[in-house]
């Protein structure tokens, strides 16, 4: 059975999303390997490099991961910061916070802290970070144009918004490929792997239905950012948008 997405009110689109990784979040990690056959990590990898969070300085470079979920994304920007980074992860659902937490204790890492929030109503002053991060999140916010502007509230005038999220394949043929594997292979490796067909349903409409590049691209300056640019990462599979707030 398919979620139906196209007919749900924007609420329930969000109770919807929230079931899904309530769901998956124990299994979340291991799933995104198997799902992407480990190009996750290249990808994030790409972004955190992109994002280059300095490794020293007076005060900490402060980021806000939004949809940071288990934390595999602030994990790496500490890691590259050499621990001048402080991250905060602001994730909508306790689950995926939950297993972030245990993450980042069994680590040691302690300049990591994980809140419980909306990202189109984030609880952070105005002007408060030095970068937004937001990772395979943005395309399960049900307003992302509300989002958006949330990105832009929170940032430092010079601050930088970095998106990472599935976008449109720009190869002839490997689109078609691509195709075959999200709507036939897909589900069917949830339903085997993961025991939960639906979730990997939604993951596959999810990605259908997110603007592409330059859609997405002309959303990001709607909500105020300069000089926004986006990187194809894998032919297209997903794509990595920044821009900064001046
Ligand atoms: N960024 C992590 C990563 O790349 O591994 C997690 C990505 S996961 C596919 C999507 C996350 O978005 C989930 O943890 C989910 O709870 C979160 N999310 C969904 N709607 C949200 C919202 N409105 N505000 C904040 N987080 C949200």
Same mark, same amino acid.
């Given at each position: 059975? &398919?979620?139906?997405? *196209?007919?749900?009110?924007?609420?329930?689109?969000?109770? +919807?999303?929230?079931?899904?990784?309530?769901?998956?979040?124990?299994?979340?990690?291991?799933?995104?390997?198997?799902?992407?056959?480990?190009?996750?990590?290249?990808?994030?990898?790409?972004?955190? &490099?992109?994002?280059?969070?300095?490794?020293?300085?007076?005060?900490?470079?402060?980021?806000?991961?939004?949809?940071?979920?288990?934390?595999?994304?602030?994990?790496?920007?500490?890691?590259?910061?050499?621990?001048?980074?402080?991250?905060?992860?602001?994730?909508?659902?306790?689950? +995926? !916070?939950?297993?972030?937490?245990?993450?980042?204790?069994?680590?040691?890492?302690?300049?990591?802290? =994980?809140?419980?929030?909306?990202?189109?109503? !984030?609880? =952070?002053?105005?002007?408060?970070?030095?970068?937004?991060?937001?990772?395979?999140? $943005?395309?399960?916010?049900?307003?992302?144009?509300?989002?958006?502007?949330?990105?832009?509230?929170?940032?430092?005038?010079?601050?930088?918004?970095?998106?990472?999220?599935?976008?449109?394949?720009?190869?002839?043929?490997?689109?078609?490929?691509?195709?075959?594997?999200?709507?036939?292979? $897909?589900?069917? +490796?949830? *339903?085997?792997?993961?025991?939960?067909?639906?979730?990997?349903?939604? !993951?596959?409409?999810?990605?259908?239905?997110?603007?592409?590049?330059?859609?997405?691209?002309? +959303?990001?300056?709607?909500?105020?950012? &300069?000089?926004?640019?986006?990187?194809?990462?894998?032919?297209?599979?997903?794509?990595?948008?920044?821009?900064?707030?001046?």
């Amino acid at each position: 059975a &398919s979620f139906g997405f *196209r007919d749900v009110t924007l609420d329930a689109k969000q109770d +919807m999303v929230d079931e899904v990784f309530h769901r998956v979040a124990s299994r979340y990690d291991v799933m995104n390997d198997v799902m992407s056959a480990g190009l996750h990590r290249v990808w994030k990898d790409a972004m955190v &490099s992109r994002l280059a969070p300095p490794r020293s300085g007076r005060r900490p470079f402060e980021v806000v991961d939004v949809a940071g979920g288990t934390g595999d994304i602030a994990f790496r920007i500490v890691e590259r910061s050499d621990g001048k980074a402080r991250v905060t992860v602001a994730d909508i659902n306790a689950s +995926m !916070l939950g297993v972030g937490r245990e993450r980042a204790e069994k680590r040691g890492i302690r300049t990591v802290d =994980f809140v419980e929030a909306n990202a189109e109503a !984030l609880p =952070f002053e105005d002007g408060r970070f030095d970068a937004y991060t937001i990772a395979f999140g $943005i395309r399960n916010v049900p307003r992302i144009d509300v989002a958006l502007s949330e990105a832009y509230r929170v940032l430092k005038p010079g601050g930088r918004f970095l998106c990472l999220e599935f976008s449109a394949v720009d190869v002839p043929l490997v689109d078609k490929v691509y195709d075959l594997y999200s709507f036939n292979v $897909i589900p069917v +490796m949830g *339903r085997l792997v993961a025991k939960d067909e639906d979730s990997y349903r939604y !993951l596959v409409e999810s990605i259908r239905r997110f603007p592409n590049q330059e859609r997405f691209k002309a +959303m990001i300056e709607d909500a105020g950012f &300069s000089r926004v640019t986006y990187t194809n990462l894998t032919m297209g599979v997903a794509a990595l948008h920044v821009g900064v707030k001046i």
